[in-house]
């Protein structure tokens, strides 16, 4: 295998398993509207959460042509109900996930200078949308209520275009 070869290849096995991340993430803002002591005090930034990651999700899946089976959505709630339970209320799980964000977003970050063509697009996408979770998680810290907190906004509506119009790849 070439090194460009080996690159490629590489860089697509971390998107995978951001898909596989990017369905948890879904999954995670699905059970925890059920879980959390104070999910009806959350129901509007939980839902967005969601949408946004089953957006990236949807992204990553047409870019990388994944076919996913039920295995990989049983998984993705499998995961989702362990970790939901060491979350009690949504303070606890904007704190956890502040803190856990950096890390998958340096991969991603590290992805981009060594991505293909075809897959720059979809990495850059990534990286937006990690971005604005943090943001808008910070916002949230902070006080600030979800209808004043438009930081999923941008890369929602970016994520729309790129479903609708993907750049081509090869």
Known sequence: MTDAASSDFDVRAQLLDAWR???????????????????????????????????MAQALRETLRITPGPA????????????????????DFVAASIVALPAPLARFRALEPVAPPSL???????????????????????????????ALHTVEARLRVYLISPPETD
């Not at 059970?31 to 089953?54: K, N, P, Q, Y």
């Not at 990989?72 to 303070?91: E, I, L, S, Y």
């Open 21 to 55: 991340g990017e369905l948890f993430g879904a999954a995670l803002m699905r059970t925890l509207r059920h879980t959390l002591a104070d999910a009806d005090d959350h129901e509007e930034e939980l839902h967005r959460m969601e949408r946004v990651e089953m957006l």
């Open 120 to 150: 720059k697009a979809v990495v850059r996408l990534l990286i937006e949308h990690e971005e604005q979770l943090v943001v808008y998680l910070d916002s949230c810290a902070a006080g600030r209520p979800a209808n004043q907190n438009e």
């Open 72 to 91: 990989d959505v049983a998984a993705a709630n499998d995961r989702a109900r362990r970790v939901a339970g060491g979350f009690p209320d949504w303070t």
